[in-house]
């Protein structure tokens, strides 16, 4: 099933829902672990989850098989990611092919990342330069539900948040069924996405992404790449547990609830959660909203 009817359905019941993204381990043993995860995650009932692509591309073959197995063994409805890192424009349709023949029906298309050692994106020779070039390629010769990513604060190479928004634009004029946010910390960042989108008449659903803080080091590292920013009061907090990772991952789970609350309380019904391939954070917090039919997993 397409996410983007999924999605229908649920503005339609007026219902919230959650979404879950993982990313391919490196090892068997890894990805073993991770599919008895998945498995006791499933019970969560996410409306869908996603598979990252990989730094670089350094994933994509495992990013392909793990989506087959996934949807094939696990009965979840998966979107796949795919970039233009060290990607032809005949690989790239040799995946989605492949996606294709195998009944994936979403893609979240991206641009991706420069590739490794490279301080700026350098399109492969014969591949695409920009996500909205992917997205028309995609749109124009396959039938797949097509997600975007946009950015609360910006993505760190726009000049400005007006100049940044235009872009999201061009993604959902090139195909984009709906958006998934970088992650962010501050809502207020979040809506004042959702007046920027208002008032370029961008109308596709806009899905929050939400990433429950699990290490103080980790974090800053994060949001220093992505160019989020962490709240002073809650870097205080952060600073304050620097060395205890199990307080620091409580602190996370408390915020990413209050956060979350906070953005159904103002009828954004989606969100997404960078679970960095754990259970336990996004659980607890499912847990804290008590959900009706929730279901506690160990």
């Not at 294709?100 to 020779?125: H, Y």
């Not at 103080?216 to 809650?234: A, H, M, V, Y």
């Amino acid at each position: 099933m397409k996410i983007s009817e999924k999605i229908a359905n649920y503005k339609a019941q007026g219902k919230t829902f959650y979404s879950f993204e993982f990313f391919p381990p490196k090892t068997d043993f890894g990805m073993d672990n991770l599919y008895s995860r998945i498995d006791r995650m499933a019970s969560l009932q996410p409306a869908y989850i996603d598979i990252t692509w990989g730094a670089g591309g350094s994933t994509s073959n495992k990013t392909l098989e793990m989506c087959k197995t996934i949807q094939k063994y696990f009965g979840l409805e998966v979107m796949m990611h795919l970039t233009c890192t060290n990607m032809q424009v005949s690989s790239i349709k040799k995946v989605l092919i492949e996606a294709e023949k195998n009944d994936l029906s979403n893609i979240l298309a991206l641009r991706g990342d420069p590739p490794t050692g490279q301080d700026n994106f350098v399109p492969a020779e014969g591949g695409f330069k920009h996500a909205t070039e992917l997205l028309r390629h995609v749109r124009d010769n396959f039938e797949f539900c097509l997600a975007a990513a946009c950015y609360p604060e910006g993505h760190v190479e726009s000049s400005d948040l007006i100049t940044d928004m235009n872009y999201v634009k061009m993604k959902v004029e090139n195909g984009a069924d709906f958006l998934v946010t970088q992650l962010f910390y501050d809502n207020q960042d979040f809506f004042r996405l959702m007046e920027r989108a208002e008032t370029l008449g961008i109308d596709v659903p806009i899905i929050a992404g939400i990433l429950p803080i699990l290490n103080t080091n980790q974090i800053r590292r994060f949001t220093s790449l992505c160019g989020s920013k962490i709240p002073d009061e809650l870097d205080i907090q952060l600073e304050r547990y620097v060395d205890d990772d199990d307080a620091v991952r409580e602190l996370g789970i408390e915020y990413a609830t209050r956060q979350v609350q906070e953005l159904w309380d103002q009828g954004i019904a989606g969100v997404h959660f960078y679970v960095l391939n754990r259970n336990y954070s996004v659980s607890k917090i499912l847990d804290n909203l008590k959900l009706p039919g929730h279901i506690k997993i160990p």
